[in-house]
């Protein structure tokens, strides 16, 4: 699998931030509604599910909510389909408490403002604006699309 390989270069620990919309549940454009409808993207979750069990990493979700209610429906909809994401380890940021700010700069801004440890820092996501954003603001972090889990 080409992640694992990738991430067995580095020799610190590493913490994997996992967008959801788009890289392990189906995304519909202009739908951001109903998130615990959304079908699951099982090959990308099973994959992800293997490198978890990697003694070095610890798997995170980084996501953006449109509306408040969207963080429990993706929180019950990680429990039924993604339940090895820690509950401590999932980001979900809605816009409506944040001022309706882009996915792209709620993203940036936390990434920028997370405290380093040493770890080595990689996000996945399938956004190239996303990831633009995130490689201005923090040039330290390692920016995967996420093709990089498919074989």
């Given amino acids: 699998m080409f992640l694992k390989e990738y991430l067995e270069q580095f020799n610190n620990n590493i913490k994997i931030f996992v967008d959801m919309d788009g890289v392990i549940a189906d995304y519909e454009v202009g739908v951001a509604a109903n998130f615990d409808k959304k079908r699951p993207l ?14 070095n990493v610890e798997l995170y979700i980084l996501s953006v909510s449109r509306m408040d209610e ?9 429990d039924r389909f993604a339940p ?32 380093r440890d040493g770890s080595v820092i990689v996000v996945i996501d399938d956004d190239p604006v996303i990831l633009k954003n995130i490689k201005e603001t923090s040039g330290d972090i390692y920016l995967l699309k996420d093709t990089a889990l498919v074989d």
Avoid at 42 to 55: D, G, N, Q
Avoid at 70 to 78: A, F, I, S, T
């Fill in 70 to 78: 969207g963080v429990e429906q993706k929180q019950g909809w990680l």
């Fill in 84 to 115: 090895f994401f820690k509950k401590e380890n999932r980001i979900i940021i809605p816009r409506e408490s944040n001022d309706f700010k882009s996915s792209s700069e709620l993203k940036s801004t936390y990434l920028k403002n997370l405290e």
């Fill in 42 to 55: 099982f090959s990308t979750i099973s994959k992800l599910e293997e490198i978890s069990k990697m003694s």
